[in-house]
């Protein structure tokens, strides 16, 4: 049975030296400096496929183990998978036992129900702003007399390219312009 540590910071800047201390104990330390944040974590996907049946996994918080709930129980369903267990030292969790399991579980569907709710709010914000005319995304970049311009010139032959270099559009910008209805103009 191996101890193997796992500790990360988010940037450069920051130091590992406190989770370093705390996992002193462990036989082998994987260690990274990376946000979590983009999803990519060499040093955790070398950690995951290091550990063995019977090792135990040591972590400091739940939060440098994982980016989110539904990470977590990725990486809990593997461990589980390879028969590891979990150990985090702040949150006093232990999976070898009944009790570790039970509780691991529970702070798990605590955070995802954090997540969901948070996410509502959001979302009711997001309905309440429409309706008071709040409107979203990036504002137009031309004006209503630009797009009608826009439109005439491409009807007399103007080339796609020469209207991005003249409006700074993309490709995409332009077709969306000139697709979109006149109707829209006028609001």
């Known amino acids: 049975m191996t101890l193997v ?8 800047g920051q130091s590992l030296h406190v989770q370093l201390s705390k996992l ?3 036989d082998k330390i994987f260690m990274e400096k990376r946000s979590g944040a983009n999803g990519r974590r060499p040093r955790l996907t070398d950690c995951l496929e290091y550990v063995r049946e019977g ?3 040591v972590v ?15 990486i809990a369903d593997e461990l589980q998978r390879k028969q590891v267990n979990l150990e985090v030292l702040d949150q006093n969790i232990d999976t070898s036992d009944a ?19 948070r ?10 702003a429409k309706e008071r005319g709040v409107r979203f995304g990036r504002k137009k970049k031309l004006t209503p007399e630009q797009i009608i311009q826009l439109k005439h010139r491409r009807k007399q032959g103007t080339l796609i390219k020469t209207l991005m270099q003249d409006y700074g559009l993309s490709k ?3 077709y969306r312009y000139l697709k979109e209805n006149d109707s829209l103009l006028s609001e």
């Not at 540590?5 to 450069?12: E, F, I, L, Q």
């Open 5 to 12: 540590g796992y500790a990360r910071v988010s940037s450069v």
């Open 24 to 26: 002193k104990h462990c």
């Open 55 to 57: 090792d135990t996994l």
């Open 60 to 74: 400091t918080r739940l939060d440098r183990l994982a980016r989110s709930t539904l990470h977590l129980c990725q």
């Open 99 to 117: 009790t570790g399991r039970l509780l691991f579980n529970m702070l798990s569907a605590i955070a995802q129900f954090e997540t969901e709710i």
């Open 119 to 128: 996410a509502e709010r959001q979302m009711d914000g997001i309905q309440k």
């Open 172 to 174: 995409v910008s332009v």
